[in-house]
């Protein structure tokens, strides 16, 4: 079984400043790891994936996140945050040894981002 | 337009009586889901579909009922609504599954209050 932990209900940042979302997860075999992004009144989006290779990926909107297998981490950064930014967060985690359907996917609570001007 | 909709977007009904939530996708993708947001609890999955006439439960299945007798389609019934099953329904849909790294394609939901 797996799991994610997001620390943080609500993290409020002021505008232009950094941000990051905190991710742990909980797992015995290696892992698939998704942030989403949810906007007001809309369903969740991709925001970046890790599957292999390179640790840290990025998103097109100036986001990134840096897998840390020691730590069990996958937190979320971006240097500068704009008020389009604030939104839902959510970390997910599924390993490509599941059974292959949803029963895989295992999501965090989410992560309000407050952006303040 | 390619995508995945679900309709209605808000819905009121009564304790009781048979709700029906659609979800239409046009990927022909072969996953569809059923989850529901509530605070404090994040995303829950309710159901799930590997492919057409394929169902099987996810976290929270009690009191729902799916169907998929065309890939295209995942139609979700809560038979006899009660007030706990007031909240928001998210339908999505995946090539191939969250465990081989396909990422999930989400409707933009269903805002059901169950008076």
């Known amino acids: 079984a797996q799991s994610v932990t997001q620390l943080d209900s609500q993290v409020p940042v002021f505008e232009e400043a950094p941000v990051e979302l905190r991710c742990n997860y909980s797992?015995?075999?290696?892992?698939?790891l998704f942030w989403y992004v949810q906007y007001p009144n809309q369903g969740l989006q991709l925001l970046l994936k890790?599957?292999?290779?390179?640790?840290l990926v990025e998103s097109i909107n100036g986001f990134e996140a840096e897998f840390n297998k020691s730590q069990t981490s996958f937190h979320l950064r971006k240097p500068s945050v704009h008020i389009s930014d604030t939104a839902e967060y959510f970390c997910?985690?599924?390993?490509?040894?599941?059974?292959?359907?949803?029963?895989?996917?295992?999501f965090g609570k989410g992560t309000h981002l407050i952006i303040q001007p | 337009d390619a995508g995945i909709t679900q309709s209605p977007r808000y819905k009121i009904t009564e304790t009781g009586r048979q709700v029906t939530l659609m979800c239409h996708q046009t990927w022909s993708h072969s996953y569809m889901f059923w989850y529901r947001q509530d605070l404090g609890h994040g995303l829950r999955l309710i159901y799930y579909?590997?492919?057409?006439?394929?169902?099987d439960k996810g976290e929270v299945p009690d009191g729902y009922v799916v169907s998929r007798s065309k890939t295209e389609n995942f139609p979700l019934t809560l038979e006899s609504a009660t007030r706990s099953q007031t909240s928001v329904y998210f339908c999505?849909?995946?090539?191939?599954?969250?465990?081989?790294?396909?990422?999930?394609?989400f409707g933009n939901g269903t805002r059901l209050t169950v008076t």
């Open positions: 797992s015995s075999v290696s892992v698939y």
């Open positions: 999505a849909s995946s090539e191939s599954g969250g465990a081989r790294g396909s990422p999930l394609h």
């Open positions: 997910a985690v599924t390993s490509p040894y599941s059974g292959g359907g949803a029963d895989g996917l295992t």
């Open positions: 579909s590997a492919a057409a006439d394929i169902t």
């Open positions: 890790y599957l292999s290779g390179s640790t």
